[in-house]
């Protein structure tokens, strides 16, 4: 409509029955329009509400690991336990100590530092690990930052193996 008198705009609004809303105050002049400020707030909240119910929520996974556990089946929890903060979520570790297992605590903690150091590429330490009676917990949250630097890097390739030769027989 152009420059219009505020009054004239406030007239204008009240026969369409509608509202005189100010979009950009800080304008020369300020910038108004005649809408339904009621129907627009409607819309606003609709929206709103979509892209919460879109976006993911974050769950914390448990990971249940003893003093004395095996190098290859530590290996395949912090794959698992990858493979969920790549997702999104987060993980406990939780280290149960039995019997005379408490008086060598310093190798549990050793192993949970060592889950740390290994999955730092993907993860942050949330909370740092802790004793709390017999078990020890720590939760690692995933670290958006560091996965993208670690996307971004090309991928070492595993050497392959020579092909055997024809003329040597196979054993």
């Known amino acids: 409509m152009g420059v219009v008198d505020v009054e004239e705009a406030k007239r204008l609004a009240k026969d369409a029955g509608l509202d005189l809303v100010e979009v950009a105050p800080k304008g020369e002049p300020p910038v108004c329009k005649i809408m339904d ?23 914390l996974k448990g990971m249940r690991l003893r003093p004395k556990i095996d190098i290859h089946d530590l290996g395949i929890k912090m794959s698992k336990a990858r493979e969920f903060l790549e997702d999104g979520d987060k993980v406990q570790f939780t280290m149960l100590f039995r019997g005379r297992e408490m ?41 958006k930052t560091a996965a993208a630097k670690s996307a971004n890097k090309p991928a070492n390739k595993p050497a392959e193996k020579p092909a055997p030769k024809e003329d040597t027989p196979a054993a």
């Open 103 to 143: 008086a060598h605590r310093n190798l549990g903690l050793a192993s949970m530092r060592r889950i740390c150091d290994d999955l730092s590429d993907v993860a942050k330490v949330e909370s740092e690990p802790k004793m709390m009676g017999r078990r020890a917990t720590m939760v690692l949250a995933p670290d």
């Open 37 to 59: 400020y009621g129907k627009w707030k409607y819309a606003q909240k609709k929206k709103e509400q979509k892209a919460r119910s879109h976006a993911k929520q974050s769950e």
